[in-house]
């Protein structure tokens, strides 16, 4: 029960039924005592919605839901999910900003206020991106090969410029938060965060992302369907598959804070070129009709974004290792999970 015996302890997932929520509520609600609070812009799929003691629907941006939902549950922990990915938000960035990142603040400041009333820090886990990433042009992109955390952080869509800054508001959160005040207590936030690559789900589609392209002809091959790549064969970033970036989340929650030498940490799995997702598809679908038909603009923004990143601090500081190498991504997780997903529609 919570400290006040009213209000019962949970964990708060926003953006729960997109691709990485649908994942991560069947992960907590096998691991995690707390009550789940899911909350979207949508209905969840009646399937998750069981899995959860609420399902919200709603705006992050909304503060009197977040109110509502504050009398009602004690927030320990949330995995912030909820975002306008990079495509949509270049359609719409000032929509972008407002989501991204004025939605992460009420959640920051909910975190804070929520950790002063039960007195124990609120673990805050933030899915951020290689979007945050900028390489100039395709010479430096090949040269700088695996970048650190600290390298090329000039983002070039406004997705990748909220997703940097809400880093810095994570850490400020974490630990400057009212520097200036005479009583100098902490935030309460335990602010985690981490760069996802292209993340390829075998039972959801992404929305308005720019590395969809790679779920995107997957997906398109599994249903028969002709497919054009919007990037060229050789536009290459990192992808990771969907049960490794759920576990990559539960891997850093559950570490302890002593261990972490800093917030935000490159995670990853693989790297390809989208000839290479082309080859691994049509060794599974050989029939499949995939061609590459650019979109120079989206094309653009993938060839700004890294062809590999170094996941060292994160495997240094919380024993991070992805499970899903290439092979084992395709053969074990990705076709096979592919067919039964559309075997069973
Ligand atoms: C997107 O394409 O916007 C996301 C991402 C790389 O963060 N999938």
């Not at 673990?123 to 395709?138: C, D, E, M, Q, W």
């Not at 005040?181 to 992404?206: H, Q, Y």
């Not at 050989?286 to 060839?303: C, E, Q, S, T, Y």
């Not at 996941?311 to 067919?339: C, M, N, S, T």
């Amino acid at each position: 029960m919570s400290s006040s015996g009213i209000r019962k302890p949970a964990v708060l997932i926003t953006g729960a039924g997109g691709e990485v929520g649908h994942g991560l509520i069947e992960k907590l609600s096998q691991s995690d005592e707390r009550d789940i609070i899911a909350l979207d812009i949508k209905e969840l799929e009646p399937e998750l919605r069981g899995r959860c003691a609420a399902g919200l629907v709603g705006d992050i941006l909304d503060q009197n839901l977040l109110q509502r939902l504050v009398s009602q549950y004690e927030i320990h922990a949330i995995f912030h999910l909820a975002a306008l990915l990079s495509t949509r938000a270049e359609y719409t960035p000032d929509t972008a900003h407002r989501v991204n990142v004025e939605g992460t603040l009420n959640l920051l400041q909910l975190a804070h206020e929520q950790a002063r009333w039960h007195g124990n820090p609120v673990k805050f886990l933030f899915p951020s991106s290689i979007a945050v990433y900028g390489l100039p042009n395709l010479a430096t992109k090949k040269e700088a090969a695996r970048v650190r955390e600290s390298d090329w952080n000039f983002p070039t869509t406004m997705y990748g410029c909220n997703k940097l800054y809400c880093e810095h508001l994570g850490r400020y959160y974490t630990h400057h938060y009212r520097q200036l005040a005479k009583e100098k207590t902490l935030s309460g936030v335990d602010f985690r965060c981490l760069r996802f690559p292209g993340l390829i789900s075998a039972v959801t589609m992404p929305t308005g992302g720019t590395s969809d392209y790679a779920v995107e002809m997957i997906h398109s091959a599994a249903k028969g369907q002709p497919y054009d790549c919007f990037v060229a064969p050789e536009a290459r970033i990192p992808f990771m598959a969907m049960p490794d970036a759920i576990r990559s989340l539960m891997m850093l929650s559950a570490a302890p804070a002593k261990n972490l030498t800093q917030r935000v940490y490159n995670v990853t799995a693989f790297s390809l070129s989208a000839a290479d997702l082309r080859e691994r598809v049509l060794k599974a679908f050989p029939g499949a009709v995939i061609d590459f038909k650019l979109d120079a603009p989206r094309a653009k923004i993938v060839d700004t974004w890294p062809a590999d990143v170094d996941d060292g601090p994160a495997r240094r500081d919380w024993g991070w290792k992805p499970d899903y190498e290439a092979d084992r991504a395709f053969q074990e997780y990705l076709i096979p999970g592919i067919i039964r997903h559309y075997r069973g529609q």
